[in-house]
């Protein structure tokens, strides 16, 4: 199994973000060490070295995503650091409800673009936002060239990133652009195991045939992102029947997790894809601060050995889960059942 992984990940490290319910400021969860703990655990188990990524192109940023957004990530921070004149990080202090078009104030374009308080633009977000995508596309070139199973540690993560919107932690949609440079190559699926829906990558792909997204996910009646994941969200146009939404309740045990699962993976073995990308969120975990469902770090075992089931040239790209003492168990133990997988003939 290639490991992909950049150390500009460590540019982004937001200090605060806002909770709702009364909580008001509190410590970012997603810190640089989320990324640091896994990549320890795969040296421990003996993946050997992560490779470095090439650069993710532009134009395949533009297959994903708005150039308005784009272009917005890229040039919000040093904007907004030329009008506050010192480093603090870019939350927006409204929300547009989409006019017809953003202002020109950078404080107000987060407002425009970004879908929640809790997804700051810090000094080095766009260089790791870049470098997490640069993680999932240079894995999905791994694929196109043979290889059996890549993991891509991507951080910032990405699937609650849409085409014209950031929010979630996310800023660009890594999966959703590993995703859009596959199919030019082969039917994909995406498989999105976060605790979280994958809102983002569900409406990049949703008039898309040629991708099915399957998301198993907490319901989104009492779990962010609360608007996006319920059951009847099946796709539209063309791309109808190629969305599949699997909620759980929070009190389902692993029993019931796995089964619906399998009602996952059963679909995409019906799709007959060419390629897996699997969004991996680590935050089903039992004591995850953020999600924390059922899940031990015994399950991430079952569930790797489930996915390698497929046959399918697999590529994961982590997203949630921010239990630091038990997150690089968690993944280490999925990604063991693809430790083998040799490169296609």
């Known amino acids: 199994m290639d490991i992909l992984y950049s150390d500009r990940h460590l540019l982004h490290a937001p200090a605060y973000e806002f909770r709702g319910k009364n909580a008001g400021l509190a410590r970012h969860p997603e810190t640089p060490e989320r990324v640091e703990t896994i990549l320890r655990a795969l040296r421990m188990r003996g993946f050997g070295e992560p490779l470095p990524p090439e650069p993710v192109e532009r134009p395949l940023l533009l297959q994903v ?12 921070f040093p904007r907004w650091l030329g009008r506050v004149g010192r480093e603090i990080d870019l939350v927006p202090d409204s929300f547009s409800g989409r006019p017809s078009r953003p202002p020109p104030d950078p404080a107000y374009q987060a407002g425009y673009y970004c879908t929640d308080a809790q997804t700051p633009v810090a000094a080095g977000t766009w260089e790791a936002a870049l470098a997490a995508a640069s993680c999932a596309a240079s894995g999905a070139k791994h694929l196109v060239d043979g290889r059996r199973a890549v993991f891509a540690l991507c951080r910032p993560p990405g699937h609650h990133a849409a085409r014209s919107s950031y929010g979630g932690y996310c800023y660009l949609n890594n999966a959703a652009l590993a995703a859009s440079l596959l199919r030019e190559a082969g039917r994909v699926a995406v498989l999105d195991i976060d605790f979280h829906h994958g809102n983002g990558t569900q409406e990049v792909f949703y008039e898309d045939p040629s991708v099915l997204f399957v998301s198993v996910h907490a319901d989104p009646e009492t779990a962010f992102p609360y608007f996006w994941g319920y059951p009847d969200e099946k796709g539209s146009g063309k791309g109808r029947g190629r969305n599949l939404n699997l909620p759980f309740a929070r009190d389902a045990d692993e029993a019931e997790y796995l089964a619906l699962l399998d009602r996952g993976l059963e679909a995409i073995r019906r799709f007959r894809g060419d390629y897996l990308v699997v969004s991996l969120g680590l935050d089903g975990y039992r004591e995850d ?14 569930i790797g050995l489930r996915i390698r089931a497929l046959g399918l040239p697999v590529l994961i790209c982590l997203e949630g889960g921010y239990h630091l003492q038990t997150l690089g168990t968690c993944a280490a133990n999925l990604a063991e059942a693809f430790r083998f997988s040799p490169a296609l003939p």
Request: aromatic residues 8%; glycine residues 16%; without cysteine.
């Open 289 to 302: 601060p953020l999600g924390g469902a059922s899940l031990t770090e015994e399950s991430y075992k079952k």
């Open 65 to 76: 995503h708005d150039s308005g957004l784009v272009g917005f990530l890229q040039q919000a």
